[in-house]
């Protein structure tokens, strides 16, 4: 069983940052990629970045500049540090895992809130 765990999130004015956090625990299959995603209401699941397990990361042009996705090299865990807030940037934020026998995000983490007030 694959458990995924965001933490980190909470209500923060324009300007600030936060840094939202993903740990992978349980029984995980080797894994290609970890990856962040967020869902406004009324709006689709939005890619926001992704950190893979060549150390390469990507971060949706929408953030590019203000959001950085690093990794514990030494545990399965993922950290989203995001600077500069915009009211946009609220959402539901969402980790998931790649694995790499699949061709998909499979095993998703149950989210944490972040509010950005203006």
């Known amino acids: 069983q694959v458990r995924l765990v965001e933490s980190g999130g909470g209500l923060v004015q324009a300007g600030d940052s936060l840094r939202l956090s993903c740990v992978v625990s349980?029984?995980?299959?080797?894994?290609?990629?970890i990856g962040w995603f967020r869902q406004a209401p009324g709006k689709e699941r939005e890619f926001v970045g992704t950190?893979?397990?060549?150390?390469?990361?990507t971060v949706a042009d929408s953030v590019k500049g203000r959001f950085i996705i690093f990794r514990d090299g030494a545990k399965d865990t993922v950290f989203l540090q995001m600077n500069s807030l915009k009211p946009e940037d609220s959402a539901i934020y969402y980790c998931?895992?790649?694995?790499?026998?699949?061709?998909?995000?499979?095993?998703w983490g149950q989210g944490t809130q972040v509010t950005v007030s203006s």
């Open positions: 349980g029984r995980p299959p080797k894994i290609s990629a």
């Open positions: 950190s893979r397990s060549d150390g390469s990361t």
């Open positions: 998931a895992v790649w694995p790499y026998v699949s061709g998909s995000y499979d095993y």
